[in-house]
């Protein structure tokens, strides 16, 4: 595994991961899910996402960037809830506050393939993952696609750190163990995001 690279199983306690819950509920009203797509191809992908903070993360057919208003609304963003914002500040070991919290959601039936997280220009600060609800299988390699991967299942309440030399490490999302957790009313998985964008 490279240097850098951080799994912090069961970091969130279950009141900590229903407050947070209700924290991310509040922050999404106004704030929906959207279907982002791949550049070129357009295909819609399986996760739908959405953001907070001053910057979120969007993919179209024109590509992957950082935006500081929501595709569909065309609204800003609302703020990163504070408990995100008090776990980059407990774990990213990072001068300066995310610009970004990308909100994932997954069914049971999406999955993220491998790639890397590299549309930031801070790239000394670490992305700080949070998993909630539904069981996932993640996969982490190397600096390259071909390098061999790990696999392990994250549970809700564990948070990964992808930074030092890990912060570009290729990974990836195979699979969502359907109604493993409780957590979430209508089932499926919620990752969250920290990402510092700009220097
Ligand atoms: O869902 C996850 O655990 C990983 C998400 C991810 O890699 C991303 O949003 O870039
Ligand atoms: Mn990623």
Redesign the pocket.
């Known amino acids: 595994m490279l240097d850098g690279f951080q799994y912090l199983p069961e970091y969130l306690n279950r009141q900590a991961q229903e407050e947070l819950v209700d924290d991310i509920r509040n922050h999404m009203k106004n704030n929906p899910f959207f279907t982002p797509r791949m550049p070129r191809s357009n295909n819609p992908f399986s ?1 739908k ?1 959405t953001n907070f903070g001053e910057l979120g ?1 969007v993919s179209d057919g024109t590509g992957y960037r950082y935006e500081k208003t929501h595709p569909t609304t065309k609204k800003t963003w609302p703020s990163i809830p504070r408990p995100l914002m008090s776990i980059w500040e407990d774990i990213s070991q990072y001068k300066n506050p995310p610009h970004a919290c ?1 909100v ?1 959601y ?1 069914n049971s039936g999406a999955k ?1 393939g491998l ?1 890397v ?1 590299n549309d930031e220009e801070d790239l000394a600060a670490p ?1 700080v ?1 949070i ?1 909630l609800g539904d069981t ?1 299988r ?1 996969r982490i390699g190397g600096l390259n696609r071909k390098d061999p991967t790990q696999s392990f299942k ?1 549970h809700s309440g564990d948070v ?1 750190v992808l930074g030092g030399q890990s912060r570009l490490a290729y ?3 195979d699979h969502i163990y359907g109604g493993s957790s409780t957590l979430l009313k209508k089932g499926g ?1 919620l ?1 969250l ?1 920290l990402r510092r964008v700009n220097v």
């Open positions: 996760v996402m993360w990308l994932n997954y993220m790639h997280d992305v993952s998993s996932a993640f994250l990964v990974h990836g999302i998985r990752n995001t």
